[in-house]
């Protein structure tokens, strides 16, 4: 069983930058597509980005192209969300994935998921 446990969550102000990461634990992830997600209240949850096993390949989705930098670090275990330029509509709970096949956006594609950590970015 593969556990998700995403961090760097905070506050930041509007055009700064936070890095999240999410450290799977249990067994090693470097076989999965690793994704991001993010859901803010009242709204469903929306795929951020994914990356593929090597880490050779991102995909992101159309709101935080150019702004977001999905990574992974498979010595450590790690993958990363790099987020530059913040914006208020950023502001959600953010969750980390694994999965199988690659690119994958959708929620029902995923098999693990972490507890989410706050991202809240003020104007």
């Known amino acids: 069983q593969v556990q998700l446990v995403e961090s760097g969550g905070g506050l930041a102000q509007a055009g700064g930058s936070l890095r999240l990461s999410c450290a799977p634990s249990g067994r090693t992830f470097s076989s999965y597509t690793m994704g991001w997600f993010r859901q803010a209240p009242g709204k469903e949850r929306e795929f951020v980005a994914c990356?593929?096993?090597?880490?050779?390949?991102?995909w992101y989705g159309d709101s935080v192209k150019g702004r977001f930098t999905i990574s992974r670090d498979n010595a450590k275990n790690t993958v990363y969300l790099q987020m530059n330029n913040l914006k208020p509509e950023d502001t959600a709970l953010y969750y980390c994935?694994?999965?199988?096949?690659?690119?994958?956006?959708?929620?029902?594609?995923?098999?693990?998921w972490g507890r989410g950590t706050q991202v809240t970015v003020s104007s």
């Open positions: 990356i593929n096993e090597s880490g050779g390949s991102a």
């Open positions: 994935a694994a999965g199988i096949s690659f690119p994958i956006s959708h929620v029902s594609e995923y098999i693990y």
